[in-house]
């Protein structure tokens, strides 16, 4: 029973256009819902985060979007660099169990 | 520099062979937590900390023990390591318990039991 899907497990893009990375989820109890990054042999990196209340969230290129009717986020990267390259996981939190439900990742990769 | 210190980084062991990972932490967090990302599975939570000596299971306890004796530290111990216990480890603490801010993770251990 998988919680959190990225139906996407890879995504390439060329250097300067857009990334759109994809969540869904089935719980209606998360209240944050957080998108981390991981590059090889490291550990995962909190990138930007939003609260159930909001329906957007920026952050210089990053910017995500909650549509809580459709139990979906997405994580929008413009433009998008190489260095962007990694894995990025979605991972909503619930408030009440302080616990994260993360996402299997999809892997971007962005071509120069 | 804030920080969170996982040893080892790599680690081959037999099984049934008792083995520690240790963790640390220099940033006066409450929460600390352990996870194991597997393929196709993603991050799943092992067991965290709320605080010095107040833990809970976290999805996939079995197996695995922890302590908190200092709020610095957060060992992971394996009494006796399965092969189904091969996977990457990471620890993470947070001043807020995740939410909003995320936690800071370490930067892994392999484990490698056979």
């Known amino acids: 029973d998988q919680q959190v899907k990225q139906n996407s497990p890879s995504l390439s893009v060329q250097e300067g256009r857009i990334s759109i990375l994809n969540c869904d989820y089935t719980n209606s109890m998360f209240d944050y819902f957080l998108w981390y990054k991981k590059y090889p042999a490291e550990g995962p990196t909190f990138l930007i985060s939003?609260?159930?209340?909001?329906d957007k969230n920026e952050d210089g290129r990053f910017t995500v979007f909650l549509n809580k009717s459709a139990k979906h986020l997405s994580l929008h990267i413009v433009p998008s660099q190489p260095g962007d390259s990694a894995v990025y996981f979605c991972a909503p939190f619930s408030s009440g169990t302080y616990k994260y439900i993360f996402g299997t990742g999809t892997r971007l990769k962005v071509l120069a | 520099e804030a920080q969170v210190t996982q040893n080892p980084r790599y680690l081959i062991t037999v099984t049934g062979k008792k083995l520690t990972v240790t963790c640390s932490q220099n940033m006066n967090h409450e929460y600390m937590s352990w996870y194991r990302q597997d393929p196709g599975l993603g991050l799943r939570q092992i067991y965290y900390?709320?605080?010095?000596?107040?833990?809970d299971k976290g999805d996939v306890p079995e197996g695995y023990k922890v302590s908190r004796k200092e709020k610095r530290n957060f060992p992971l111990i394996l009494e006796s390591p399965s092969p189904n216990q091969t996977s990457l480890y990471f620890c993470?603490?947070?001043?807020?318990?995740?939410?909003?801010?995320?936690?800071?993770f370490g930067s892994g251990t392999r484990l490698t039991v056979v």
């Open positions: 993470a603490s947070s001043s807020t318990g995740g939410g909003y801010y995320g936690y800071t």
């Open positions: 900390s709320m605080n010095v000596e107040v833990t």
């Open positions: 939003i609260s159930s209340i909001k």
